[in-house]
């Protein structure tokens, strides 16, 4: 049974740091990727990274959002810099494997002062 724990948001102001991190089981991961959902909006890709470690920034995170992934530990994780208020959304994690797709349960980050 694959499984999914992402860990990390919290509430944080305007220009702050989080790390989020995203702890996957059950089966050996290709993909790995952060989706957000803010209210009313559709889910939106933030970032994926292959197993090789190539990785891909939507435009609205480039140069403040890093992902990076341990595949001995099944981590993946989200290093969030210069963070705005347009940030705040649910944050989830989504892994590929061989029988398809698996989603974490979310962590919400929310941007304020």
């Known amino acids: 049974q694959v499984q999914l724990v992402e860990s990390g948001g919290g509430l944080v102001q305007p220009g702050g740091s989080l790390r989020l991190s995203c702890a996957a089981s059950?089966?050996?991961?290709?993909?790995m990727g952060w989706y957000r959902q803010a209210p009313g909006k559709q889910r939106e890709l933030v970032a994926d990274i292959t197993r090789g470690g190539i990785a891909y920034y939507a435009d609205f995170v480039k140069g403040r959002f890093t992902i990076s992934r341990e595949n001995v530990k099944n981590m993946v994780y989200l290093q969030m810099n210069s963070l705005k208020p347009e940030d705040t959304a649910v944050y989830y994690c989504?892994?590929?494997?061989?029988?398809?797709?698996?989603w974490g349960q979310g962590t919400q980050v929310t941007v304020s002062s």
């Open positions: 989504l892994a590929v494997h061989s029988r398809g797709r698996s």
């Open positions: 059950g089966s050996i991961f290709s993909g």
